[in-house]
């Protein structure tokens, strides 16, 4: 696969104090398709040789801040934690911008991870992968594929991009597959053709890359304040010819956790993975898609993550 990966390096460094333990962290870039990824590593002083969790995804084109209170905890709780922005999205290079591409996604995984296997402070041997979304099923992908991966926390996931899109019906299929292709004709004269990465309530049926209820102020209020609300078209291509038929699964210890009120992903899918890997475990909050990210559902996705990672790099 293209996109192999080159030695992470670091750009600029800072502390922090957390409650429990010391941590640092540092700004770290890798390459992948030729294109330049940025990502944060939190590294506690505590173990000298900690396991290492390595996490992406997330709402689209917000970039990994949204994970950085997850990073923080779980470099509290003495894991090295490595958030990266994929290509076409956040701090990392690549156009056009908000570009949604599992095949790219998972060649930015492997990336990242060629990189951290070349440091000697974080126990790459005892790796974890935590994808928010889409990325929970690119970690699985990824996991699948190599043995090294000790375990996957798929948050949310989005474990087929078809399924994902017939949720909003055939008339929404339809025009979103039109805009698609109409965006592909479009570049290749330097017209992209793009549409809103989440529906405004008053957009009256247009095409969007997600559509749900809660998308537009859940994205609002973790996106930066220069996030565009713009997508080219052939996302929608992409998501439509990403399914989970007949695709490898991972042996190693599997995470799954939803939201009984997610009105974005659901957990139907992720309840039917869950009882076809050898190892997975489903866990349903009682919470929405965006909950998760703040609060009380916070607070409950950290807990069970550690009782995994707990039980998966420490036995």
Do not use: K
């Not at 990824?37 to 996490?55: E, F, I, M, T």
């Not at 609060?295 to 996705?301: E, F, I, K």
């Amino acid at each position: 696969m293209t996109g192999a990966g080159s030695r992470l390096r670091p750009e600029r460094a800072s502390r922090t104090d957390p409650s429990r333990y010391e941590f640092s962290t540092v700004r770290l870039t890798f390459r992948s398709g030729g294109e330049r990824c940025v990502g944060r590593l939190y590294r506690p002083d505590r173990p000298s040789n900690p396991p290492l969790v390595v996490q992406a995804g997330g709402p689209v084109g917000a970039g990994g801040r949204p994970l950085e209170p997850y990073a923080e905890r779980l470099a509290t709780a003495g894991y090295a934690t490595f958030y990266f922005d994929f290509r076409h999205a956040g701090d990392s290079d690549g156009d056009p911008r908000n570009l949604v591409s599992p095949a790219r996604q998972r060649a930015d995984w492997e990336a990242a991870l060629s990189g951290l296997r070349g440091r000697s402070d974080v126990a790459t041997d005892r790796t974890v992968l935590w994808g928010v979304g889409l990325a929970g099923d690119g970690a699985l992908a990824v996991a699948a594929d190599d043995p090294r991966i000790s375990g996957v926390v798929a948050q949310t996931p989005v474990l087929s991009g078809r399924a994902f899109l017939r949720d909003r019906g055939l008339a929404g299929v339809a025009g979103g597959l039109l805009a698609g292709v109409r965006d592909r004709i479009q570049a290749a004269a330097g017209r992209p053709h793009l549409v809103p990465v989440v529906a405004d309530p008053d957009g009256g049926g247009r095409v969007a890359l997600v559509s749900a209820p809660t998308a537009s102020r859940g994205y609002r209020d973790l996106a930066d304040e220069g996030w565009a609300n713009r997508t080219p078209a052939r996302s929608i291509l992409s998501l439509w010819r990403h399914t989970d038929d007949d695709r490898r699964r991972p042996t190693c210890p599997v995470l799954l956790v939803g939201g009984t009120r997610d009105d974005i992903v659901g957990t139907d899918r992720a309840a039917a993975a869950a009882t076809s890997l050898p190892d997975a475990t489903l866990v349903r909050l009682p919470a929405g898609h965006f909950d998760l990210y703040d609060g009380d559902g916070l607070d409950r996705c950290v807990r069970h993550g550690l009782a995994f990672l707990d039980s998966t790099t420490r036995r």
